[in-house]
């Protein structure tokens, strides 16, 4: 089992930039498929980025492509979402979901652990 837990949220404005931090405990951090993703009020949690065990094999929404770089730090167990050109449709709790195999990253199904989430909020 590996816990997981987020940092870095909190509001900024349009244009701005955040970076997001999921750090993990319990297990081989490296082992780990990682997966970004979000959820505003009233709608369905959402993709945002995925990066497997290799740190150059990575996906992107492509609401976030161009905008935002996932990458992994495995001495450091952590995966960090790079947020840059933050717009306000942005806004939303942020999640880090890991899981040892995942099948397809955009999946939410695929991932057992979670986060508690992070709130981004990104004002016009």
């Known amino acids: 089992q590996v816990q997981l837990v987020e940092s870095g949220g909190g509001l900024v404005q349009a244009g701005g930039s955040l970076r997001l931090s999921c750090a993990a405990s319990?297990?081989?951090?490296?082992?780990?498929?990682v997966g970004w993703f979000r959820q505003a009020p009233g709608k369905e949690r959402e993709f945002v980025a995925g990066?497997?065990?290799?740190?150059?094999?990575?996906y992107y929404a492509d609401s976030v492509k161009g905008r935002f770089t996932i990458s992994r730090d495995n001495a450091k167990n952590t995966v960090y979402l790079q947020m840059n050109s933050l717009e306000p449709e942005d806004t939303a709790v942020y999640y880090c979901?890991?899981?040892?195999?995942?099948?397809?990253?955009?999946?939410?199904?695929?991932?057992?652990?979670w986060g508690q989430g992070t709130q981004v909020t990104v004002s016009s």
């Open positions: 979901a890991a899981d040892s195999i995942v099948w397809k990253l955009d999946a939410v199904g695929d991932y057992d652990y």
């Open positions: 319990g297990r081989t951090f490296s082992n780990y498929v």
């Open positions: 990066i497997r065990r290799s740190a150059d094999n990575t």
